[in-house]
């Protein structure tokens, strides 16, 4: 068996965390060159880089990069900092693979880098697809690189689509657990806390993401994930909620027979398939069908939320507006879990933003680019604004 080399992104993050797992399950299989995280976990990565020793090292902030090498002394490998940095582990050709474990855009600059410089890159980073889906696509195509998704819905349909003909296809139908909101109220859910909003049912995931769990934007960001991915229309991609997380996506075809991939809630399953894909490598244990109970569905009430309604026109209208609708989310988020804003303002904070910021029907790259920038200043003014309103408000009150 070959070895693998993995460069791996956000490493310090709940999917970086599973891929290092898989790869210490089978150290003979792969080995990791090199390693990058934003730098707020020093602890986590000073220890995976003890444990991988990997050649190469990159954090974004040169205050974290100082640390990281002083701690790690003299028989260090290269540690570098900044995002220019991060993207040159990605570009690395010297890898077999890159792992984008970053959350966020910021994750964008690392899947462009890799695309031609590596063979396969596995993709958790789905605000890359969000943020410049088609650029992605095109490029990925143009050099032959390998996508293969991590969320584990995509690794889902992936499996399930692996080698069909999509003209027998009708359609994609993406799961969600509905997320720890699924029974309350409009009025409760806009004020919920951020630790409730952190509950996710089903799912141990990193902040962010299940922030977005709970708006249900993460499944609008999903959608626009599988419409680049597949090459799959937004209208023919449906969402139906499941409580019990067994099945993570389905595809059904054109004579009404549907595939479904069911596993255990675990991550780790969907890196090893991304990583050894077509093999199979072996898991320990297998999913107990007789103790998971019955499974359930229910359709989305996007009235209680709003965020997937608004990513779903986001993804029909396409151009600049997922690019926009993903910054806006990403700050809005952001002041939530600051406790800046309440949970209630994050859709109202994506819409306003979508309203101002110029769209672009047919962006280029710098086009995209320019449209997150903007929304993330326009999206920062209104949670800033939000905030001073809300202190007149108790003053006066
Ligand atoms: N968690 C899941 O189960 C899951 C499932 C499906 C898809 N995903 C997707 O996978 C991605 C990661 O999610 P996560 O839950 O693992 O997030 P997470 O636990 O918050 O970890 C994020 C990782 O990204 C790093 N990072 C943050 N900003 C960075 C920057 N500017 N440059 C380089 N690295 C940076 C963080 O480093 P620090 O620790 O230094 O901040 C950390 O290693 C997201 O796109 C998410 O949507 C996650």
């Not at 009025?187 to 993401?209: E, F, N, Q, Y």
């Amino acid at each position: 068996m070959s070895v693998t080399t993995i460069t791996l992104l956000g490493s310090t993050g709940s999917i970086g965390r599973s891929t290092l797992d898989v790869v210490r399950d089978d150290p003979r299989r792969f080995r990791v060159a090199a390693l990058g995280a934003g730098g707020n976990d020093l602890d986590t990565l000073e220890r995976q880089v003890r444990e991988f020793s990997p050649r190469r090292v990159a954090v974004a902030g040169e205050a974290a990069a100082e640390e990281l090498s002083r701690r790690l002394g003299r028989r260090r490998p290269e540690v570098a900092a900044g995002p220019d940095a991060i993207a040159a582990l990605a570009a690395d050709n010297s890898s077999d693979c890159l792992v984008n474990a970053i959350v966020g855009a910021a994750g964008l600059g690392s899947t462009l880098a890799a695309i031609g410089a590596v063979k396969r890159i596995c993709l958790a980073n789905k605000e890359s697809l969000v943020a410049a889906g088609t650029v992605v696509m095109d490029r990925i195509e143009r050099e032959g690189t390998e996508l293969i998704p991590i969320d584990s819905e995509h690794s889902a349909l992936h499996q399930c689509l692996d080698g069909r003909k999509r003209e027998g296809i009708a359609r994609l139908v993406l799961t969600a657990s509905g997320g720890p909101f699924r029974k309350l109220s409009a009025a409760s859910i806009a004020s919920a806390s951020v630790g409730d909003a952190l509950a996710h049912p089903t799912w141990k995931m990193g902040r962010k993401i299940s922030i977005d769990s709970a708006t249900l934007m993460n499944k609008g960001l999903e959608v626009i994930e599988a419409m680049h991915l597949f090459r799959f229309p937004a209208d023919r991609i449906d969402v139906v909620i499941h409580p019990e997380s067994v099945i993570h996506s389905m595809v059904e075809f054109n004579d009404g027979s549907i595939l479904a991939q069911l596993g255990e809630t675990d991550m780790r399953h969907p890196v090893r398939y991304a990583l050894s894909y077509p093999e199979r490598m072996s898991a320990r244990g297998s999913f107990d069908l007789t103790a998971m109970g019955p499974l359930t569905f229910e359709a989305v009430d996007k009235k209680r939320f709003p965020c997937l309604a608004i990513a779903l026109d986001a993804a029909r209208k396409g151009g600049t507006a997922p690019a926009v609708m993903n910054a806006a989310n990403e700050v809005a988020v952001g002041a939530f879990l600051e406790e800046t804003i309440p949970f209630g303002a994050i859709p109202t904070i994506i819409r306003d933003t979508l309203g101002v910021v110029p769209f672009i029907e047919s962006p280029t790259l710098d086009d995209l680019l320019g449209a997150d920038l903007a929304a993330r200043a326009e999206a920062d003014r209104r949670v800033k604004n939000g905030v001073e309103e809300e202190a007149v408000r108790r003053r006066k009150g």
